[in-house]
């Protein structure tokens, strides 16, 4: 059974930080490209950040220069550094392990809540 389980959102000042965390399991985690979503009610999902299997990042122009996307292998774990938060950032994160293998897998995990709040 694939799981991939989010925690580290909450509630920080503008201008603080947050480190989420994915753990994902019942995957051969090394071979996913991994990549972390955020959507506000109402609104579309959009990608934040991304990480390929072989280290390669992207980032939504949003972000850049705030956020770090980076993964674990050994601990089948992908990670979101963001800094220097706003009150846009607010938005329920979710992370997404993909990969097309003769067929494509893709999961998500269930969210976290980020609020950028004073």
């Known amino acids: 059974q694939v799981q991939l389980v989010e925690s580290g959102g909450g509630l920080v000042q503008p201008g603080g930080s947050l480190r989420l965390s994915c753990a994902a399991s019942g995957i051969i985690f090394s071979v996913y490209n991994m990549g972390w979503y955020r959507q506000d009610p109402g609104k579309q999902r959009e990608l934040v950040a991304s990480i390929t299997s072989g280290g390669s990042t992207n980032y939504a122009d949003s972000v850049k220069g705030r956020f770090t996307i980076s993964r674990d292998n050994a601990k089948s774990t992908v990670y979101l550094q963001m800094n220097s938060l706003k009150p846009e950032d607010t938005a329920v994160y979710y992370c997404?392990?993909?990969?097309?293998?003769?067929?494509?897998?893709?999961?998500w995990g269930q969210g976290t809540q980020v609020t950028v709040s004073s």
């Open positions: 997404n392990a993909d990969v097309t293998i003769l067929t494509r897998y893709n999961y």
